[in-house]
């Protein structure tokens, strides 16, 4: 792939193409490889009856629904696989996703405190942006959404770019490691 | 117990109570805030502007139903923008729910405007490991996906026969609860040089800032908040407008409550010190 990225002919965009190719192929194999050692570990559970092995079966008995109505019926509008999207998997996905809010009020009230300098520094940066973002920091203060979006331009940013340069590094470095036959982890070697 | 012992111990029950009548009461009597129009949404909304009536547009669903409430509303507002001026569109989904989580938002706002399936837009559905996919369709989409996400063959449909790779498409739009847009940006415009504007979550705003200082990403629209404002620049509020006043005076209470604990907590210190 870097072949063709520097030197673009027939002979190598074929080739890229090949690989592009059979990387999708070998991504879909990797779903059946997850899928079957997800039904494999659930029915072990239900099987040897586990603590709580009834969710075990919910999960079992999800997984087949959609898939058989999926495979049976299409997932076209009106179908048996889209009314159980709309009508159970998004309805429970978005309302624990929902509950999170909850859990966030009351943990930020509980742990949110000015124990420190780093801390109150974290504190009072995290309030300021937590008004500042929304159109109800604007009314009080039109300062409000400024430092809000400076906090998030400089400070933010910065330890941002820091991140990325550190992953972007230690990716490189574990790739060369890869490539050159030191990194042998993946082989299942120490 | 005196008044700052229980202002550093509300029970967690009344938090969750309060928080729910602040999120419950703005939705129910409608509250509107005005909300300033920040500029990377602008810088959105100008480039598909700016595109000439036409212009085939790749929209990527890359979330999934846990974050509906906050993506659907951007998802629907900019395809009412695009679908306004007259542009095309070609739905993709690298996440298994992004895809029929795609399909629902195309045939709604279509809906609306009264437009044909594989005419003026395409959905092609969901395809596994993003990179590869995102290459492939650099140099040929319908080696990736060879049918559409109803099955019919790329080649049959009238859309795709002016579309072969991302030479034929304007601006890829990447609407997503993960960081899925980081592929479209290193792959989609570091190497095939096209312009890639993100379509976040709140929480994912930040990882993007680095990549708009930088101008390798036209314009963002992160949050429910940027949702609002495009509704706004559409001249067409929606659920984005109406959630804002909820979502305000959601932060406000967790604001009021912070300030409340850290006043108990200090004044107790005090004491006992």
Avoid at chain 1, 117 to 145: H, N, Q
Avoid at chain 2, 14 to 25: E, Q, R, W
Wanted: charged fraction near 15%; hydrophobic fraction near 50%.
């Amino acid at each position: 792939m870097l072949f063709q990225f520097f030197i673009p002919s027939r002979p190598s965009v074929r080739a890229y193409e090949m690989v592009v190719d059979w990387t999708q192929t070998i991504a879909i194999f990797t779903l059946l490889v997850g899928i079957t050692g997800m039904l494999k570990y659930n029915l072990e559970k239900v099987s040897r009856k586990k603590s709580g092995y009834g969710y075990n079966i919910v999960t079992i008995a999800g997984v087949l629904a959609m898939a058989l109505t999926g495979l049976i019926w299409g997932r076209s509008e009106g179908t048996p696989f889209v009314w159980i999207f709309d009508h159970v998997q998004s309805p429970m996905q978005a309302t624990v996703f929902s509950l999170l809010s909850f859990f966030v009020a009351s943990s930020a009230y509980r742990g949110f405190k000015a124990r420190n300098t780093e801390a109150t520094l974290l504190l009072v940066a995290a309030l300021l942006v937590m008004i500042g973002r929304v159109p109800i920091g604007d009314f009080i203060s039109s300062y409000f959404p400024k430092i809000a979006n400076w906090i998030l331009d400089v400070p933010s940013m910065t330890a941002r770019r820091g991140i990325f340069i550190g992953i972007a590094l230690g990716t490189i470095a574990t790739s060369l490691r890869v490539i050159l036959g030191v990194e042998r982890t993946y082989l299942g070697r120490s | 117990m005196n008044f700052w012992q229980r202002a550093s111990s509300i029970d967690r029950r009344i938090i969750f109570i309060l928080l729910f009548i602040a999120v419950v009461i703005p939705l129910i009597f409608n509250f509107k805030l005005p909300n300033r129009v920040t500029k990377e949404v602008q810088a959105v909304y100008d480039y598909i502007e700016s595109l000439p009536p036409g212009s085939v547009i790749l929209m990527s669903f890359d979330h999934d139903t846990a974050t509906l409430p906050e993506m659907t509303p951007m998802a629907r507002a900019l395809l009412r923008h695009i679908f306004t001026k007259g542009e095309k569109v070609i739905g993709t989904a690298f996440l298994a729910e992004g895809a029929a989580i795609g399909n629902k938002a195309f045939k709604f706002v279509s809906d609306e405007f009264g437009l044909k399936e594989g005419e003026d837009y395409v959905f092609l559905g969901y395809r596994p490991e993003i990179s590869s996919a995102i290459l492939g369709m650099g140099e040929n989409i319908a080696r990736v996906y060879p049918k559409d996400y109803r099955g019919v063959p790329l080649a049959d449909i009238p859309l795709m026969q002016q579309v072969k790779n991302y030479r034929d498409i304007g601006l890829i739009i990447s609407v997503s609860d993960n960081d899925s847009p980081n592929a479209w940006i290193n792959l989609a415009n570091a190497r095939y040089h096209k312009p890639v504007a993100p379509a976040v979550t709140a929480v994912m705003a930040t990882t993007y800032y680095p990549f708009l200082q930088e101008k390798q990403i036209i314009g963002m629209v992160p949050g429910l908040k940027a949702a609002a404002e495009y509704e706004q620049l559409i001249n067409k509020p929606g659920t984005a407008t109406v959630g804002m006043a909820a979502q305000s005076i959601a932060h406000l209470l967790i604001v009021l409550l912070v300030i409340v604990g850290n006043i108990g907590y200090f004044m107790l210190k005090r004491r006992n010190a």
